[in-house]
């Protein structure tokens, strides 16, 4: 079956910088798209971002410019990079494909 295992949350002040990682089995990783979804205290789960097997990406109007999405097909992995991070960031953060990982918690202090 699919598994998804999210790692890289923490804690961190604001303007600071968090890098996530999603490995993933039981799927053929090069051939699907991986999202990352998050979801706040009280919040609806939103989508945060999206990269397809062939590499488009697409991005929350509240991230954009200061997320980036990538993927490395040879470690089954999807990154999520994330710079200028704000308060309002802070959130569980998941991945996505067919399933749900875990999630990692991150945090950003004011």
């Known amino acids: 079956q699919v598994q998804l295992v999210e790692s890289g949350g923490g804690l961190v002040q604001a303007g600071g910088s968090l890098r996530l990682s999603c490995v993933a089995s039981g799927i053929t990783f090069s051939s699907n798209a991986m999202s990352w979804y998050r979801q706040a205290p009280g919040k609806q789960r939103e989508l945060v971002a999206t990269?397809?097997?062939?590499?488009?990406?697409n991005f929350a109007d509240s991230v954009k410019g200061r997320f980036t999405i990538s993927r490395d097909n040879a470690k089954n992995t999807v990154y999520l990079q994330m710079n200028s991070l704000k308060p309002e960031d802070t959130a569980v953060y998941y991945c996505y494909a067919y399933t749900w990982g875990q999630g990692t918690q991150v945090t950003v202090s004011s």
């Open positions: 990269i397809s097997s062939d590499g488009r990406t």
